[in-house]
């Protein structure tokens, strides 16, 4: 007997009675190599496809790299807590209204304001959901994907304005450009509501023109896919997470391999080694009883009576009650023609190797730990625990923090904001507002009231 426990689409842990191992299932083992292959390769700028008269551009070498990502990610036990992290470390105190100035010492700096205006403006489409959709799109996939809905202010001859943001799962989205045109640019997005499943005969797409920002009213609704850049990738992000993608499916598979062997392992401790003739006596015993009790003898009999045995043997080997206790045999010997032999029970003790195997699934999970930490960029200061599992000091915690926001929030926050601050400037261009997240900056305890010390705080 086995069981097949599946841990990813084309993948999964068989566990029996004798070992467990993971498996990958490819359509021709001889094709494995090409298959890793295939599926990591980062060349798909000329994967191209056609879609009635548009010509899309696949996101991923088999277009479905923010399913394969999502999917990595979620079924791994760090990762989901280490990108929630650091959305909570962009987020901070929330999004806020801000002027960037020069203080008197010539330094840039955020002036942060109220505008009861663009505030009114902002609340009536609930933006705060909208970012942090985006803050989370940000730090699986480093992209962000809006859709620009213009009112009805043209219809009645007034200027017209970006009534809402949108914000749109970059699993259903596509840059595509008309098959037409001699451009390499994507020009715009195709939703379909699944891109995995018969997406090049797909009839339920919806196509929308990009955003222009150079004229934001040219089209009544257009997409915006606001991204970081990746170097020589010509249409899409490719995220950190990319490069530590097996790394996750190593972390990911230790558990279950650890589960499945604490389920189904052969772990015995001893080995009992039972003399032949102790049994034919025992049946020969047995079948004279049947005969003096006009019984029928079978062997179904003998092998009740052979199972209750062992099991005054297992009782006595086994179970805290029975610590301290021995088990007594008498050992006869034999003479047959030269040789001599022994009969008699034997118990030997097993050694386990249980501890080298689960230390080394262990090493190999830590490993694994420390890789994704590296790929998605955290330092295990602000993720909440160093590599010994135990909470870092407050100083590498305050300076890992004061280095992430001098260093590591900019350009993330700018991706983020970025089409909803497009929107502000498209319906207030004589402003100079923006959104950004505010942080409170970090200090030590020493150097902080007592009332405002965080044990005083909580």
Known sequence: MFEVEMFRENGGLVTTSEASFTFEAVENPRELDSKRTEGTSLDWTNQDYQLQQYTVFPYGSTDDLPKTIRDVVQENYIAPGILKKKTQLLWGKGPKLYIEDFDEKGDLVKKWTKDPVITKWLESWDY?????KACVDFHYIECVGTMFYQDRSARIGK??????????NPNNHRLAKLSSDQG?????????????????????????????????FKHKNAYYYSNMYSFCSDYYAVPDLYGSLEWLRRSSAVPLILK??????ITPKYHVISPQKHWENLEREL?????NENKKFTNDLFVAEK??????????????????????TVEHIVVENNDILTQGWQIKE????IKEMVSANLEISKEANRSVAAGVGMHPALGGAGESGKSDSGSEQLYALKNYLITGIDIPEMIVTKALNYAIKA????????????????????????????KNKV
């Open 260 to 265: 499945a062997f604490i389920k189904n392992g």
């Open 307 to 328: 199972t209750n045995y062992l099991r005054k043997v297992t009782k006595t080997l086994s179970g805290l009650e029975n610590t301290g206790k021995f088990w007594h």
């Open 184 to 216: 390499k640019d994507a020009t715009h997005c195709i939703y379909t509501p699944d891109f995995n499943r018969h997406y090049q005969s797909s009839t339920e797409h919806v196509v929308y023109p990009l955003f222009d920002y150079n004229d934001p």
């Open 128 to 132: 705060e959901k909208y970012l942090m």
């Open 159 to 168: 200027a017209p304005k970006i009534a809402k943001l949108e914000h749109r």
């Open 350 to 353: 097993i050694p386990s190797n």
């Open 427 to 454: 319906n207030w261009p004589e402003k100079e507002v923006k959104v950004g997240f505010y942080h409170i900056a970090p200090q030590r305890e020493e150097d902080t009231t007592s009332s405002d010390r965080v």
């Open 287 to 291: 079948q004279e009883k049947c005969r």
